[in-house]
């Protein structure tokens, strides 16, 4: 059995499905045990979801970005036997130090980089198509924290055909969010098995012209959603 700690940022519905994932009769049930949940926005309601769905509150916490996260993260983790922590949602650069010392995985779709996080991931992939004429499936999955963003291996990938899913980037987010769940879940599957295999990602841009427009569009999804 692999031991995982969760960060999150957000309404923590990655983290719920994971720990559900996980009780009996289902597919993580003797495989994957989440010993904790660590989250940056508690007033986002991750932690309460979670709890809520049985999770020992006792095992959650909130580590604040603006102070020394470096030092809140490592004691909260040097209570547990830890296998991986995995970043479902988690919003701040994990500290050097942290991923150092620990083993982390990573809740990923669409183009990374810079800006690119949440919605803004949906709307630059599907922006790109457009201003292309080209459909690429979007791409869900789960990979390695590396100290830079986006860098790790890819441990498990799923391609999705977003123009089925709906015609906004908001309509498509929302059909996303299971199958994030179910990639997650696989993922946790498959290294609980020892299958550590890796997966290259197709990219998007393949030329310098689409790499500018790429990153014209990435500013744009900036711009359109802002943080809040």
């Known amino acids: 059995m692999i ?3 969760h960060l999150i940022s957000g309404g923590g519905s990655t983290s719920a499905a994971v720990w559900e994932a ?3 009769g289902q597919l993580l049930h003797g495989l994957v045990k989440t010993v904790a949940v660590v989250t940056s926005a508690p007033e986002k309601g ?3 979801l979670i709890v809520e769905r049985g999770f020992p509150k006792e095992d959650t916490y909130v580590a604040d970005p603006e102070g020394d996260l470096t030092s809140q993260l490592l004691r909260i983790f040097g209570r547990y036997e830890l296998d991986y922590f ?3 949602g988690w919003m701040p650069q994990t500290p050097k130090e942290v991923i150092l010392r620990y083993n982390g995985l990573n809740q990923h779709l669409g183009h990374g980089g810079r800006w690119m996080y949440g919605i803004r991931r949906v709307y630059t992939h599907m922006r790109f198509c457009e201003a292309t004429g080209k459909k690429w499936p979007i791409p869900i999955f789960c990979q390695k924290v590396h100290q830079e963003y986006d860098k790790g291996d ?3 990938v799923r391609y999705e055909a977003w123009w089925k899913l709906g015609e906004t980037p908001e309509e498509v987010a929302r059909a996303l969010l299971p199958i994030e ?3 997650q879940i696989e993922a946790l599957h498959r290294i609980a098995r020892g299958n550590l295999k890796t997966y290259l990602v197709s990219q998007l841009a393949r030329t310098q012209e689409e790499r500018e427009l790429l990153e014209t569009l990435k500013k744009e999804a ?3 959603y802002p943080v809040r």
């Open 3 to 5: 031991e995982t700690i």
């Open 22 to 24: 996980q009780q009996p």
């Open 46 to 48: 991750g932690l309460d």
């Open 86 to 88: 995995h970043q479902l």
């Open 154 to 156: 890819v441990l498990f």
């Open 181 to 183: 769940h179910e990639v």
């Open 222 to 224: 900036r711009d359109r």
